[in-house]
RNA sequence: GGAGGGGUGGCAGAGCGGUUGAAUGCACUGGUCUUGAAAACCAGCGAAGGUGAAAGUCUUCCGAGAGUUCGAAUCUCUCCCCCUCCGCCA
């Protein structure tokens, strides 16, 4: 969520910003309903104020010595006004509320200063490549035939017990990707200083609001309803349980400490689950899309101050699976038309699929800046105000397990249709050399 | 699933219809004292918002929502969450 008191000081820089992002904010409009919400807000104090003023008279009174009735019939008149004009005006300053609430939400982050301007992903801009794709001597198959050997990778299996987008994994291929997971988590716990969390994988709509996902993409995301009534969401991500972690809290050292200091900084691993409605016939084939998938999420909560230079950090953090992985990859910038709806600013990992013969993405990492901090309630005591601020947030995958595992696939494969075994891999695999 | 207890400021914890936005303690901030620190003592200290040049002032907030009342943190109802005991269970 955008800072309200933005658009109150400076609309036409907002509107400016979210034409970066093809949006055309009606200044007009929402100069009209805020002057509106203004003038029923100034009425509706004056009006409470009067409504207590009478009520603490009639305490007064009856302290004084008068019998209540008496004290009561004093103000009665006045009272029914009272109550009639604000009826009245709560009511207009709820429906004014709920359209300005409305807009509030529709609007997305404001791309930093440095994000491309252009309409879609043909504007990305490829900052770097890392690695170089391998020449196979043999046509390279995709994963999906290197993991049909054996019934490794099971697409039909999947769909016969849940559906499309749905795979079995086994043995030697559910092996590699349980390896995957706990190679990823030993480096960022190890060596990136992470804390290693373990998060209910079911959340709540108050977590799913916090952290954007709600309510303008409910339908990308699987909800269950309980008997009660109250709704869950099966995660999209870890983000939303992890950084929910600090929804409504104030950290700092000594008055939570239990959470830490800034910077928090937590890796978790956990499936995901997306509809993916909208999606229909794109990546059918393989395990690109699924309905659920595994991920290793870098979560950081972090100083105003220290988001940018967190996010540089972040985005490391991931390329260096991809590169203990020997993996060919390159990093983009998303342009402001590819920008998620809650990012300030995104880095996208492509890995290379020698199956498609194109980079895809393996990783997004974002920072939000305040924008998911406002909605969350999270905040810090800033020392040197010793009043509480919003903190940054930034997310970032490290790495998609699913897409991982068809990369290393597709990119170690050999001739005879064994994959060779990434040396940085080979602790999690029992020291072997090869798979399959 | 059954039976109880409870949700109050950064934390702990009083208040159970009328200057209570809330005692007290801890924490925090400033000061006195001290060579310095600690201790002690004094003072300040919730959040969000409106208005104002500022001082200030007004509104809202005691899990959430609805109700009773002239007036609710305090009474009633619904929901959510936590705790204890019993049952069941990986």
């Given amino acids: 969520m955008l800072d309200e008191k933005l658009l109150r000081r400076d609309i036409h820089h907002v509107a400016e910003q979210m034409r970066r992002r ?4 009606d200044v007009v409009a929402f100069n009209e309903l805020e002057a509106h919400r203004k003038d029923l807000d100034i009425r509706l104090q004056a009006l409470q104020a009067e409504r207590n003023a009478a009520a603490k008279k009639i305490g007064e009174l009856i302290k004084g010595g008068m019998a209540v009735e008496e004290a009561k019939k004093q103000q009665a008149e006045q009272q029914k006004s009272l109550e009639q004009q604000l009826e009245s005006v709560k009511k207009q300053q709820a429906d004014v509320r709920l359209q ?3 807009l509030l939400l529709s609007l997305p982050n404001i791309p930093a200063s440095d994000v491309p301007d252009g309409d879609d992903e043909s504007a990305n801009l490829e900052l770097l490549r890392w690695g170089q794709p391998k020449n196979f001597e043999f046509a390279a198959k995709d994963h999906v035939d290197l993991g049909e050997r054996n019934g490794l990778l099971d697409f039909e299996l999947g769909s016969k017990i849940t559906g499309s987008r749905f795979v079995v994994m086994r043995r030697d291929v559910a092996r590699l990707h349980r390896a995957l997971i706990q190679f990823m988590l030993d480096l960022h716990i190890n060596e990136h200083g992470y804390e290693e ?9 108050a977590s799913m ?3 954007g996902q709600l309510p303008k993409f409910a339908e990308d995301s699987f909800s269950l309803a309980t008997d009660s009534g109250t709704e869950f969401y099966l995660i999209p991500t870890a983000e939303v349980p992890v950084t929910n972690i600090v929804r409504d809290t104030i950290i700092a050292s000594q008055d939570n400490p239990d959470l830490g200091e800034l910077p928090l900084r937590f890796v978790c691993h956990s499936p995901c689950f997306r509809s993916e409605a909208g999606s229909y016939g794109r990546d059918t084939r393989g395990m690109i899309r699924q309905h659920q998938f595994e991920k290793v999420e870098l979560v950081q909560i972090v100083r105003p101050d220290e988001s940018p230079q967190a996010h540089e950090e972040l985005t490391g953090h991931a390329e260096k699976v991809l590169q203990l992985l020997e993996l060919p990859y390159r990093k983009v910038s998303l342009c402001t038309g590819d920008l998620g709806f809650s990012a300030q600013k995104t880095y996208d990992l492509e890995v290379w699929l020698p199956g498609q013969q194109a980079y895809r993405e393996i990783s997004s990492c974002s920072n939000f800046a305040d924008y998911q901090a406002r909605r969350l309630h999270a905040r810090w005591r800033n020392p040197t105000s010793n009043k509480p601020e919003l903190v940054h947030t930034l997310n970032g995958s490290g790495l998609a397990i699913g897409r991982t595992l068809v990369a290393v696939l597709e990119n170690y ?14 602790p ?3 020291g072997r050399e090869s798979l399959l």
Avoid: H, K, W
């Avoid at 064994?418 to 080979?426: K, N």
């Fill in 22 to 25: 093809g949006i055309e904010l």
């Fill in 100 to 102: 300005l609430d409305e």
């Fill in 197 to 205: 969390v373990y998060v209910p994988f079911m959340v709540n709509t």
């Fill in 209 to 211: 609001t916090g952290t």
């Fill in 413 to 426: 494969q050999n001739a005879d249709g064994t994959i060779s075994v990434p040396e940085s891999l080979r």
């Fill in 428 to 430: 999690y695999l029992g």
